[in-house]
């Protein structure tokens, strides 16, 4: 079962993940977490309110660079480089992939 989902991207790509989500909420148990991928992006986002959005509907807004591991047996989606148990997708698909799992 998917246990996490890092959303990791530039500020155009959150606020197109933002948009593809419409305010949904990830699923009850799912870690969703969106990281920003540079402090300018970061502050880029905070202003266009794309991170105001994704807290709202319930995503956990980590500091580009943020360390985000998964547990032993745990599965996850992932915008950056895939470790095991992770899977590599484009921003707003993995965004939609903290709502269906």
Do not use: K
């Not at 500020?11 to 540079?38: H, I, K, N, S, Y």
């Not at 360390?67 to 599965?75: F, T």
């Not at 484009?90 to 939609?96: M, S």
């Amino acid at each position: 079962m998917l246990a996490q989902v890092l959303l990791a991207a530039n500020a155009d790509e959150l606020q197109a993940a933002a948009r593809a989500l419409a305010a949904r909420r990830p699923r009850p148990g799912l870690r969703a977490l969106a990281m920003p991928l540079t402090p300018e992006d970061y502050l880029e986002a905070g202003e266009a309110g794309t991170l105001s959005v994704l807290a709202a509907a319930g995503w956990i807004i980590l500091w580009p660079g943020t360390p985000a591991a998964l547990a032993q047996g745990e599965a996850g989606v992932t915008t950056l480089e895939a470790l095991a148990g992770e899977e590599r997708l484009p921003a707003a698909q993995a965004a939609l992939r903290a709502v269906t799992g």
